[in-house]
């Protein structure tokens, strides 16, 4: 299944604008997609926030490989 690395803190629409509208097309792999929020803010709120907006999992910048080659495999079975 394919995913996306969201960035929430984008300059024109924010990665919570773009993944709704991604949600609401009408192609049924775009309600399913994997969508990994990435930011620089590491806070416990936001990361709860971001999965409460329905993102698959979040990942504070500055990203570790390792951790983000886990996420990843765990995001794409």
């Not at 990361?47 to 990843?72: G, Q, V, Y």
Request: hydrophobic residues 50%.
């Amino acid at each position: 299944m394919p995913g996306l690395l969201m960035d929430i803190q984008m300059p024109v629409t924010n990665g919570y604008k773009a993944m709704w509208e991604i949600r609401a097309m009408d192609a049924p792999h775009c309600r399913d997609i994997s969508i990994l929020a990435m930011m620089a803010n590491a806070f416990e709120e936001v990361r709860r926030e971001t999965l409460a907006a329905k993102m698959n999992r979040h990942l504070a910048k500055s990203i570790h490989l390792d951790t983000l080659l886990k996420t990843l495999s765990t995001l794409l079975k």
